[in-house]
């Protein structure tokens, strides 16, 4: 269970979250530093994220290249160690400025995109670490190959050469994620996969004790997000 800290400021909540993210790998064996704490940025200006910079985060995801684009330029000029992940669905029209403007793909779902990013780091020239998205709750609004895809899927990537690196889920809200996460390790492991990006604001801790590597945490770091109508 996640510490909610809604008075303190974003420096102390960004602290607690590490200091959550060293409990939990502790209590699982594993050295803190393994596991990669990605700060979601959606919704939020980029003075916020100015903010968590000047308190030493530089992982950053975001789920709109749109918002990406228009969000990071400005700050890599102060920040260039600034990492952005992209963690939301990539249309195969948003492509040449994802691979632009991010540093790492999380949602590698389908042969047209695969096809897609293997034309655009060819022609670019930059290659982009990606993960696989898994819908381990096989929801049929979610993106993400089911896991009865996957094995056949990372093949196919390879086959592109693409640089998968790893795995990554996002359970369905209702349900336990427990064995969402283990599923994912699982199909990981017989892959010869070592990177798992699972595990949000409210489960972060029991992924990192179930092997996450990179764990995507929002609102416990800059609070409650407000939609607008189109969100």
């Known amino acids: 269970m996640t510490v909610s800290l809604p008075e303190a400021s974003l420096a102390q909540r960004l602290a607690a979250v590490r ?106 020239g930059r290659r982009l670490p990606c993960f696989v998205q898994v819908n381990t709750g096989e929801e049929p609004q979610k993106a993400g190959c089911t896991p009865q895809e996957a094995d056949a899927f990372i093949v196919a990537c390879r086959a592109l050469d693409l640089p998968v690196i790893g795995l990554m889920c996002i359970p369905p809200a209702e349900e336990e994620p427990a064995p969402h996460f283990a599923l994912l390790n699982k199909i990981a492991k017989r892959n010869g996969l070592d990177q798992l990006s699972m595990g949000m604001s409210g489960d972060f801790d029991t992924a990192v004790m179930l092997g996450a590597t990179h764990v995507r945490v929002g609102s416990a770091i800059f609070g409650g997000r407000s939609y607008g109508p189109t969100a």
């Not at 290249?65 to 160690?81: F, I, M, N, S």
Request: charged share 25%; hydrophobic share 45%.
């Open 19 to 124: 200091g959550q993210i060293a409990d939990a790998a502790a209590e699982a064996g594993r050295n803190p530093a393994s596991v990669t704490l990605i700060a979601v940025a959606k919704t939020f200006p980029a003075e916020a994220v100015a903010e968590a910079l000047a308190a030493g985060q530089r992982h950053f995801g975001e789920n709109r290249v749109q918002e990406g684009t228009a969000k990071y330029p400005a700050l890599r000029e102060t920040h260039p160690d600034l990492v952005l992940h992209l963690i939301g669905p990539l249309q195969t029209n948003k492509v040449k400025q994802a691979v632009a403007h991010f540093d790492v793909i999380h949602t590698l779902d389908r042969d047209s995109l695969a096809k897609e990013l293997a034309k655009e780091f060819e022609k670019s």
